[in-house]
């Protein structure tokens, strides 16, 4: 396979990964309690994968999913929990390999050879893309990168 058809292979593969995730629908059909319970105006900012203050922790989840980690504490008295999203960036990058193999040359002799290769690579690289604080249940701030 040559060096782009490579490139592109590995890049579909990564994407496969990426697309495994749940969707804001998958998660409203998983959990059809959750969604009825909110309010109109909640259901509609979930159907858009948005949150906004105020919201509970079952509106938040159906319009982000699972968060990536959990950070529960105390603050000035008050007891807060903090979901944190991770996004993931590509990270192209060129390996060297070393390949081994055989021929039979014109003579019929069996001869064997070695040489380098480059190789095309992509990783992904996690990093904190959005985060959710909640207080009493309910959104009290967030942030989220674009």
């Known amino acids: 396979m040559n ?3 490579r490139f592109l292979f590995l890049t579909a593969i990564g994407m496969l990964g990426v697309s495994c995730a749940s969707t804001v629908e998958s998660r409203i059909e998983k959990h059809p309690q959750k969604y009825t319970s909110q309010s109109e105006s909640h259901k509609n900012l979930i159907r858009q994968g948005q949150i906004k203050e105020g919201m509970n922790k079952d509106a938040v989840y159906l319009a982000w999913g699972a968060p990536a980690s959990v950070r529960q504490g ?3 008295g008050s007891e ?7 996004g993931h ?3 192209y990058t060129d390996q060297i390999v070393y390949r081994r193999g055989h021929y039979d040359d014109r003579h019929g002799q069996h001869r064997h050879y ?3 290769d480059v190789v095309p690579t992509v990783n992904y690289r996690p990093y904190n893309k959005a ?3 909640f207080s009493g249940g ?3 701030k ?3 990168q674009r």
Do not use: G, T
């Not at 807060?80 to 991770?86: H, I, P, T």
């Open 74 to 76: 105390s603050s000035n």
């Open 3 to 5: 060096r782009p058809l």
């Open 138 to 140: 309910r959104v009290k």
């Open 89 to 91: 960036y590509p990270v």
């Open 80 to 86: 807060f929990e903090s979901w944190a999203y991770l």
């Open 142 to 144: 967030w942030d989220r």
């Open 131 to 133: 985060e959710v604080e």
């Open 114 to 116: 070695a040489y380098m």
